[in-house]
T-cell receptor
Framework: GAVVSQHPSRVICKSGTSVKIECRSLDFQATTMFWYRQFPKQSLMLMAT?????????EQGVEKDKFLINHASLTLSTLTVTSAHPEDSSFYICSAHQGSGQPQHFGDGTRLSIL | GNSVTQMEGPVTLSEEAFLTINCTYTATGYPSLFWYVQYPGEGLQLLLKATKADDKGSNKGFEATYRKETTSFHLEKGSVQVSDSAVYFCALNPQGGSEKLVFGKGTKLTVNP
């Protein structure tokens, strides 16, 4: 079945550090990937839609300069949290789908902790 | 707009009990409907889906039927196991949309031995 790999699974770093999270579709091509943020005991909040070869589309209230998204190939999207602060600590999850109307497949998530 | 309303948890059951988690939706057109499951510390896994009215999705003993007349997609399982303990999310993909998923708030299920 379709597999999405997300790396790293956990990051602990100091305030002010920039952190890059990778999302790869392992056995299919994904022109579109999605990045979500999940707070404890809450649902997923869509942050942005990552489009291969073009700029990401950010949801309202999400700072594009804070959360940089690059979708350089059909199998890789990256999310960089720039100059991270403790309030950026969260669980970040990516997803991708194989085509229109197909279900999204999710990565295992990245637990980001900023000290 | 599009929205998903899910039964609030947490839900605690004994092993072999019957499970129902209610989900209703609001959407224009004919959305696709999904149930995802999230085990502790992990991402989401697709549990089952239905793409049109009266479709029944099923997987691992779980079932949900797409009911257009009641705009519902309730999740059921006849006999839960301890390993079913997880958070369950109902979601929809609007018809003709940008493939963005709209999620319910999630329902935490705990199954005790």
């Amino acid at each position: 079945g379709a597999v999405v790999s997300q790396h790293p699974s956990r990051v602990i770093c100091k305030s002010g550090t920039s952190v890059k999270i990778e999302c790869r579709s392992l056995d299919f091509q994904a022109t579109t990937m999605f990045w979500y943020r999940q707070f404890p005991k809450q649902s997923l909040m869509l942050m942005a839609t990552s489009n291969e070869g073009s700029k990401a589309t950010y949801e309202q209230g999400v700072e594009k300069d804070k959360f940089l998204i690059n979708h350089a190939s059909l199998t890789l999207s990256t999310l960089t949290v720039t100059s991270a602060h403790p309030e950026d600590s969260s669980f970040y999850i990516c997803s991708a789908h194989q085509g229109s109307g197909q279900p999204q497949h999710f990565g295992d998530g990245t637990r980001l902790s900023i000290l | 707009g599009n929205s998903v309303t899910q039964m609030e948890g947490p839900v605690t059951l004994s092993e072999e009990a019957f499970l129902t988690i209610n989900c209703t939706y609001t959407a224009t057109g004919y959305p696709s409907l999904f149930w995802y499951v999230q085990y502790p510390g992990e991402g989401l896994q697709l549990l089952l889906k239905a793409t049109k009215a009266d479709d029944k999705g099923s997987n691992k003993g779980f079932e949900a039927t797409y009911r257009k007349e009641t705009t519902s997609f309730h999740l059921e399982k006849g006999s839960v196991q301890v390993s079913d303990s997880a958070v369950y999310f109902c979601a929809l993909n609007p018809q003709g949309g940008s493939e963005k998923l709209v999620f319910g708030k999630g329902t935490k299920l705990t199954v005790n031995p």
